[in-house]
C-alpha cells in the first residue's frame, strides 16, 4: 500500500511517499526558515503564503524521487493538527481537493503522535505497548503506547515546551534562531557545572515546566556583556538541566508503567548530548531506548504517511469535512 503524506503544520512543507508504513521512498522537504530568522521566531503569515506557493511542487518532486504516478497512491495522509492554523489549512486543502480528483481515501493524522512514529521507518522492530517521549518547539509529552490508536497522556509540560525553552534561552544569549542547534554547539565547548540552573518542579510527577529555568538564565545574563566563553557555558549549564529533567522522567515513566521500550521523537531528538544521556541511563535501568535517524526528528510527511497507513488498517478515515484540530 502506498501512502502519500502531507505536512505543514509550521514553517516546513513536506511531502512523502511511503509504502506499507515503513519504507520512505520519498520525503521531500522545503523550509521557509531563512525568511523568519531576521524576525526570531516563525511568523505564520510568512509561513502559510509560502506553503500556498510551493506545495504542489514539493508534492510533485516527491512523486518524482519517489518514481510514484499519482494513480498509484491509495491513501492520503496529512496533518490536521495541532500547528499554526493557515499553515494546516494550505495542507489539508491540498490533500481534499486530491482525495476528491482521485477518488482515493484521506486521513488527518496528529502531529505530535506521528513524531515518535518516526522510528518505526528505519526497519526498527519496536513491540507495543512502549513509553514514548516526544520533545518539540511546540510539545513535551510523555505517553503510553499500547497501540496507535490507545495513546494514553502521562505527562505534558505546564508552560513552555522544551524546544521552545531553547528557542527562547538562545534568543536571549543573542544566538539566532532556531534555538536548539545553536545552543548545542556553543555548548559544547562550555561547562555545564559553572552555573546551577534546574527545571522547576511539578506536582505531577511526571509533568515538565521549563519557563522557570529560561527566566533564570534572563535573571542571571541582564544588563550583563557575555564573552563568548560565558555564552558556552550558560548553554552548557542549561542544556544539562534541561536534559536531567527528561531523562529522569523518562526512566520514571517507564518504571512507573512497567515496560522496558522508551521511544523517542520530536526536533529536540535531534541532540546528541540528550541522545547520549538518555542511551546511557536507559541501559543502566535496563530499558531500550530508540531515536528516530537525525534527519526524521525534525518536521517531516514520512512519518505522517507512515502513521496515517497504521490508522488506516484500524478503519481510521476522514472525509472532506476534516478540518484543522489545534488541540
Ligand atoms: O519537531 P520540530 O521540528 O517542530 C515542532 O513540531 O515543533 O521541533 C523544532 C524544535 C525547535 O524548538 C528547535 O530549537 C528544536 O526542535 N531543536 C533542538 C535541536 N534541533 C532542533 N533542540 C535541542 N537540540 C537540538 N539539536
Ligand atoms: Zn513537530
Known amino acids: 500500500m502506498i501512502v502519500l503524506g502531507i505536512e505543514t503544520s ?8 511511503v509504502r506499507d508504513g515503513r519504507k520512505i521512498l520519498s ?3 522545503a523550509s521557509s526558515l531563512e525568511f523568519h530568522k531576521k524576525y526570531g521566531g516563525i511568523i505564520p503569515e510568512i509561513a502559510s503564503r509560502m506553503q ?4 504542489s511542487g514539493v508534492v510533485e518532486s516527491a512523486l518524482k524521487k519517489a518514481k510514484i504516478k499519482l494513480k498509484d497512491i491509495d491513501l492520503i495522509g496529512v496533518t490536521s493538527g495541532p500547528g499554526l492554523l493557515g499553515s494546516l489549512l494550505v495542507g ?3 490533500a481534499k481537493s486530491l482525495s476528491l480528483g ?3 481515501p484521506l486521513l488527518g493524522v496528529n502531529h505530535v503522535y506521528s513524531h515518535f512514529y518516526a ?4 526497519g526498527e522492530k519496536i513491540k507495543l505497548p512502549f513509553v514514548a517521549l516526544v520533545v518539540s518547539g511546540g510539545h513535551t509529552s510523555l505517553f503510553y503506547i499500547r497501540d496507535f490508536d490507545k495513546i494514553e497522556v502521562l505527562g505534558e509540560t505546564r508552560d513552555d515546551a522544551c524546544g521552545e525553552a531553547f528557542d527562547k534561552v538562545a534568543k536571549i544569549l543573542g544566538l539566532g534562531y532556531p534555538g536548539g542547534p545553536a545552543i548545542e554547539k556553543i555548548a559544547a565547548s562550555g561547562e555545564f557545572k559553572k552555573i546551577r540552573f534546574n527545571c522547576s518542579g511539578t506536582r505531577d ?3 515538565f515546566s521549563f519557563s522557570g529555568i529560561k527566566t533564570a538564565v534572563l535573571y542571571y545574563v541582564r544588563a550583563r556583556r557575555l564573552s563568548m566563553g560565558e555564552k558556552a557555558d550558560i548553554s552548557a549549564s542549561f542544556q544539562e538541566a534541561v536534559i536531567d529533567a527528561l531523562v529522569k522522567k523518562a526512566i520514571l515513566a517507564c518504571k512507573m508503567k512497567k515496560v522496558n521500550r522508551l521511544v523517542v521523537g520530536g526536533g529536540v531528538a535531534a ?6 544521556k538518555l542511551y546511557a541511563a536507559a541501559a543502566e535501568n535496563n530499558l531500550n531506548c530508540y531515536f528516530p535517524a537525525q534527519s526524521l526528528c525534525m518536521d517531516n510527511a514520512a512519518m505522517i504517511a507512515g502513521l496515517a497507513h497504521q490508522l488506516f488498517k484500524k478503519g481510521y478515515r476522514s472525509d472532506l469535512t476534516l478540518t484543522a484540530d489545534l488541540n
Open 10 to 17: 509550521c514553517d516546513e512543507t513536506s511531502a512523502a511517499l
Open 27 to 29: 520525503n521531500t522537504v
Open 52 to 55: 500556498l506557493e510551493t506545495i
Open 92 to 94: 489539508i486543502s491540498f
Open 102 to 104: 482521485l477518488g482515493r
Open 119 to 122: 522510528n518505526f521507518l528505519t
Open 205 to 207: 510527577k511526571l509533568d
Open 271 to 276: 541532540n546528541r548530548r540528550l541522545r547520549g
